[in-house]
C-alpha cells in the first residue's frame, strides 16, 4: 500500500513537472516568435550603408590591407575591428596567442607583428605542412582539434594560454569541443574567439546560448540596500559573451569575482518601490 502511495506520488510530480516544462517551452516558443515579427519589421526599414565605416586606427587592417604577397591571410574583413576591441590591451605584453587553422601562415604573421616582440604566437591545425610556418616566435603543432586527448596533451606542453582564435574547420562539432576542451586553460583576463559560426539555428550558437543563461543567473541574498548574488563557477570566471556577425567572443575578468552586487548609492528615495 506504502509502495503505491508513493509511486502514485512520483507519478504526480512527474506530471506537474512536466508540464511546468512543457509551459516554459511554449513561453520561450513565443518569445522567438515575437522576435522573428520583430526582425521582419525591422529588415523593411530603409538603411543607408556604408561599405566602409571603420573609426579607429586599427593596426591589423593595416596589416590585412598591406599583405599583397607573400603568406596568405584569409579573414571575413569586419572581423578586424572585432579582433582589435578584445585584443589590443595585449599589444606589446607577454601574451600566448593560439590560432587554430594556419593554412597558408599569413595570420601568424600578422599576430605577431601586432602583439609584437614579447608575444608568443602558437599555430594548430591538422596539416603536417604547416610545420613550414614554425620560427623563433612561432610553434606550430599538428592535430585534429576534434580530438580532445590532443588539447590535454598541447596543454600539457605549453601550459595555460591568453588568447584562442578558432578559424580551423569549422564545424559546429570541432567548434564545441574545442571550446570544451579549452576555456579553462584560458588565463584571468583572457578571450576566446570563435570565427566562422554561420547561418541560422547554427548548433554552436545554440549550444552558446545556455551560457547566456548562465551568466542571466541570480540567486538574491535579500538585503534591500545592497541587493547580492552568489556566483556559480562560470559567472565568477566569464565576465561576457559577445555576438558578432559570425562571430563569438567569451572573455574572462582579469580575477575571479565571488558575487554580483547592485548597492543603493544616495540617500532620497521615491516611496513606490519599497
Ligand atoms: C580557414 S583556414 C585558416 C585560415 C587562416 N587562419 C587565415 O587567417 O588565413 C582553415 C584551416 O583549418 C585547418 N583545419 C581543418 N580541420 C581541422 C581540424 N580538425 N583540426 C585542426 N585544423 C583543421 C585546415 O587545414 C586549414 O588550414
Known sequence: MYRKIRNLASLIKQI???????????????????????????NLEKIKTEQDNRDVKNPLWDYFQNNKEGNGIWKWEH??????????????????VLEIG??????????????????KIYGVDIKEAC????????????????????WKNLFKEIGPIDIIIDDGGHTTEQQRITLEETLSEI????????????????????????????LNKIKVNSNKNNLTSGVTNFQSSIKSICYYPYVTVIE???????????????????????
Not at 22 to 38: F, G, I, W
Not at 105 to 112: I, R, Y
Request: glycine content about 6%; charged content about 30%.
Open 79 to 96: 572581423y578586424f575591428d572585432i579582433y582589435h576591441k578584445h585584443f589590443n590591451k595585449f599589444i606589446n605584453k607577454e601574451v600566448k
Open 187 to 214: 588565463n584571468p583576463g583572457g578571450i576566446y574567439l570563435c570565427e566562422d559560426v554561420h547561418r541560422e539555428n547554427n548548433r554552436f550558437a545554440e549550444y552558446t546560448k545556455s551560457f547566456v543563461d548562465e
Open 16 to 42: 506537474i513537472f512536466k508540464r511546468k516544462e512543457l509551459r516554459l517551452y511554449l513561453e520561450l516558443s513565443s518569445e522567438r516568435t515575437k522576435a522573428s515579427e520583430y526582425l521582419e519589421r525591422y
Open 102 to 119: 594556419i593554412y597558408s601562415g599569413g595570420s601568424l604573421g600578422m599576430w605577431k607583428s601586432y602583439f609584437g616582440d614579447k608575444c
Open 131 to 150: 610545420k613550414i610556418y614554425e620560427n623563433d616566435q612561432t610553434k606550430v603543432l599538428i592535430g585534429d582539434q576534434e580530438d580532445r586527448n590532443f
Open 252 to 274: 574572462k575578468y582579469e580575477a575571479p569575482i565571488s558575487k554580483l552586487s547592485a548597492p543603493k548609492h544616495g540617500t532620497v528615495w521615491q516611496p513606490f518601490f519599497d
